[in-house]
């Protein structure tokens, strides 16, 4: 059974960085097919994708938020870990992590994000 | 980036009802488009990848359709459960973009 599992505070301070973690289960992190996003909700909006980071370690960001977004992996440990720096009280948000996966490929790759974790709410405030 | 707009942003439906949503990309993403249906305090789920196909588990009640900027997703008989929040997302190129929702609402 796949899984992934977020993990951070509930509570950062404005100007601070967060620091998430997402714990993933039944799939390596080294496997070419797969990948790990995240994507974040602030409430009452709408989702927003953030980071991803491929199987051979290669990342790619959101481009308004590139300059203070830093992924990475630890395949040993099927750890997925985020950082955001100076964090602002717009940055509150329900964020998640989830799997981009291989779904077909008959000539052709598509991928979708088909395993998402529970998510973790962050506020920031003072 | 590509821009994915939807429309509409908000409809009020009732059981039994066909409904249809409409995601525009801001250039060709060919069918590399993802739909997701969100609901308050879960996770978001894939519905259709690669624009018409269904993930595993979907209902067959669900359905997408389009390629190049347009794109649809229809639900051929609203049932209960249905009520929630959709996203279309394109895959085609990173950074890859999310829609801004559309919220399908109890009339």
């Known amino acids: 059974q796949v899984t992934l599992k977020e993990s951070g505070p509930v509570l950062v301070k404005p100007t601070e960085t967060l620091t998430l973690t997402c714990t993933v289960s039944?799939?390596?992190?080294?496997?070419?097919?797969?990948?790990v996003s995240w994507i974040r909700q602030p409430p009452g909006k709408a989702l927003e994708w953030l980071a991803h980071i491929f199987s051979n370690d290669e990342k790619s960001y959101s481009t308004s938020l590139k300059s203070r977004l830093t992924i990475s992996k630890d395949t040993s440990k099927s750890q997925v870990v985020l950082t955001m720096t100076n964090m602002d009280p717009v940055d509150t948000a329900t964020y998640y992590c989830?799997?981009?996966?291989?779904?077909?490929?008959?000539?052709?790759?598509?991928?979708?994000?088909?395993?998402w974790g529970q998510g973790t709410t962050v506020t920031v405030s003072s | 980036d590509i821009q994915m707009t939807q429309s509409p942003s908000s409809l009020s439906a009732s059981v039994g009802d066909r409904v249809t949503i409409t995601c525009r990309a801001s250039q060709n993403i060919n069918n590399y488009l993802n739909w997701y249906q969100k609901k308050p305090g879960k996770a978001p789920n894939l519905l259709i990848f690669?624009?018409?196909s269904f993930q595993s588990g979907v209902p067959s009640r669900f359905s997408g359709s389009g390629s190049g900027t347009d794109f649809t997703l229809t639900i051929s008989s609203l049932q209960p459960e249905d009520f929630a929040t959709y996203y279309c997302q394109q895959s085609y190129s990173t950074p890859w973009t999310f829609g801004q929702g559309t919220k399908v609402e109890i009339k």
């Open positions: 989830a799997r981009r996966g291989l779904i077909a490929a008959a000539g052709t790759s598509y991928y979708g994000m088909d395993v």
């Open positions: 039944g799939f390596s992190l080294s496997n070419a097919r797969m990948g």
């Open positions: 690669a624009a018409s």
